[in-house]
Each structure stands twice: as C-alpha cells, then as structure tokens.
C-alpha cells in the first residue's frame, strides 16, 4: 500500500442513485446538467476502474513491461469511456487525455473531461494503489458532475449525492502533494503550517484523501492539465471543500489552454492560512 493512501476510509458502497431523469438538476437551464449525468459519471468511473484492475492483473500475471501496461491500459480505458459517451450522450464534446482535441469542443456548452487512468506510474507498480479513473462533465466551463474512482482500494466519490467529509484522526494538520513539490517545497510546507506533509501520485489519489478525511489539503504549484483536476475538483465542490488556483481564483474549464498552474483542494478553514503562505513565497 502506498504511503499516501493507507489512510482511506474503508471500502464505500456503491450511492444510491436517483430515479433516472433527464430533467436538468435546477429544471429550467437548457443543457444543465441532469440526474442522470451524476449517474453516468459514477457509473463510468467504477466500470472502467473495475476493467483496469482486471487489465492490470492480467498484465502482472504475464509479466508485461510497465511502460507498455500503463500505456495499454490508459488506452483501454479511454475507448471504454469515449465509446460509452458516444452511445449514451452523442450531442455532448469530450475531452480525455487519450484523445485527439481538434478544438471542436470550444463550441459546445457540454463537454465531458475524462483521464481514464490517473497515476500510470503507480498502476504499473504492484504494491501502489495511489491511481485513478477521472469522469467529469463540464456545463459554461463550470464542472458541475463528476466522478473519482479509486480501482485498488475499491472506492469511488461522485457528484451523485451529499458527500460527508470526516474530520482528520491527526493532532497536525495533513496536506498531501506530488512528489516533485515534496522535494523542492516539502519541509517549508511543514514547518510554516505546523503540517505532517506526505506527497505521492496521482491528482485523484491526493484529492480523495481530502474528501475521505485522510488529509486536509491537496496543494500542488506545478502544473495540471485539464483532466488532471477536473473531477477532482467536481467532487470535492460537492463536498464542499475550497477549490482553487493558487491566486484564490476558481478553476474552470474548457478552455483554449489546457494547462494551468497550480490547485488547492483543501477544508474551507484551511484556505486561507494556505493561500497566504503561497503570497508570502
């Protein structure tokens, strides 16, 4: 088990869904999202999640080389989500890492923004489970559905319905971040914010720490694309937990640049001793 998530909840059952519908959650915007978007992107999350840890096994079994796993299986799982998109939702843009972006998105007000595999070095590494599934659909730029799933510890968060966010079993503040950030700014991190600061892969990974009560911020100042922070920042949203670059403004998406600088995921309380250390640097 990875250093950074022996700390998730336990395994979650699956939400209970609402009724189906195709009314839009406020019942009036033309394109606003519905019930059954929620539904999708959860369902989406955990089916190509539970395809890659059969894949991944498969892949350990025979021995595969890890570059062409992790890149197999990023490949599997885009087609299985691109396809499903396409059947259930053929008037909606997508966006996924794996796919070609001909720009064609920047007309439509719909766009789905998909990593199908989050933390590939970790999958290929037998004994890390910090790596997930990544579905989020975006209404105006704004992610207002989304889903992370969580394939080796079998859990996955969704927009689907309320989330509780547990308080943190620890007497110091916990934030997680990327390895790199860990090198370079890990022990100011820690020594600024009296913080326990643990860093390992994986965008989803980091932000679902947050959202089970394992850490109480995700930071990173490097940059993500778009599919990195997208359903992350969905769920976490719904969660309601601050979301934002760190200049303190909110993420949006489908825009021209997919790269941006920088995110905060964290407890509201947490902000703004976080995003005041970041202006002080």
């Known amino acids: ?158 927009t689907i319905g309320p989330i509780d966010v547990p308080d943190v079993d620890s007497d110091r503040p916990i934030v997680v971040v990327s390895r790199q950030t860990m090198r370079w700014h890990g022990q100011g991190l820690a020594d600024a914010l009296g913080a326990r600061v643990i860093g390992f892969g994986s965008a989803g990974a980091k932000a679902m720490a947050v959202i089970r009560g394992s850490a109480d911020a995700y930071f990173t100042d490097g940059g993500l694309y778009e599919w990195d922070s997208c359903a992350p920042v969905a769920v976490a949203l719904a969660a309601g937990l601050h979301c934002s670059r760190l200049d303190g403004s909110t993420p949006t998406y489908n825009n021209a640049q997919l790269f941006a600088p920088g995110l905060l995921i964290c407890r509201p309380e947490m902000a703004e001793p976080i995003l005041d250390l970041i202006e002080i640097r």
């Open 1 to 158: 088990m990875s250093v950074g998530t022996d700390r998730l909840a336990p395994v979650t059952e699956p939400s209970n869904p609402p009724p189906p519908s195709d009314e839009p959650v406020d019942g009036s915007r033309e394109g606003a999202a519905t019930p059954d978007d929620h539904l999708l992107a959860e369902t989406l999350a955990q089916e190509a999640g539970e395809m890659l840890v059969e894949f991944r096994q498969a892949g350990f079994d025979a021995q595969a080389n890890p570059w062409s796993l992790q890149e197999d299986a990023d490949m599997e799982a885009h087609r299985f989500i691109v396809n499903r998109l396409a059947e259930v939702r053929p008037d909606d843009a997508v966006l996924s890492e794996e796919g070609h972006d001909d720009r064609s998105r920047m007309g439509q007000k719909r766009v789905w923004i998909v990593d199908p595999l989050d933390g590939s070095n970790s999958f290929s590494s037998r004994n890390a489970d910090d790596w997930a599934v990544h579905v989020a659909l975006t209404v105006d730029g704004e992610p207002v559905c989304g889903a992370v799933s969580m394939p080796s510890v079998g859990d996955v968060a969704s």
